[in-house]
């Protein structure tokens, strides 16, 4: 089982809800958010999630940055 079952979670809760969501992907260190409200994200509550290196938004995009093991957190994440 994954270890990052719990901040996914908390991530999820975190970034406002699964309705404050429009589009999610990653890449190769990063989540990517689209947000309906990036207001509604709790940046430092994010960066205080063990899993969460830091965060930043670039050209309309909200990303987190978790590290070489961000697919792994993205499939909690989508579950």
Do not use: W
Not at 4 to 25: C, H, M, P, R
Not at 28 to 37: E, K, P, Y
Not at 68 to 77: D, L, P
Request: aromatic share 8%; hydrophobic share 45%; glycine share 6%.
């Amino acid at each position: 089982m994954s270890n990052f079952k719990q901040d996914a979670t908390q991530l999820l809760s975190l970034i406002g809800g699964k309705e404050n969501i429009s589009a999610v992907t990653h890449c190769a260190t990063r989540m990517r958010f689209a947000l309906v409200d990036p207001s509604q994200a709790d940046v430092k509550a994010i960066e205080a999630l063990a899993s969460v290196k830091g965060s930043f938004t670039q050209a309309g995009q909200f990303q987190v940055i978790i590290g070489n093991a961000v697919s792994e957190f993205y499939k909690e994440f989508q579950a």
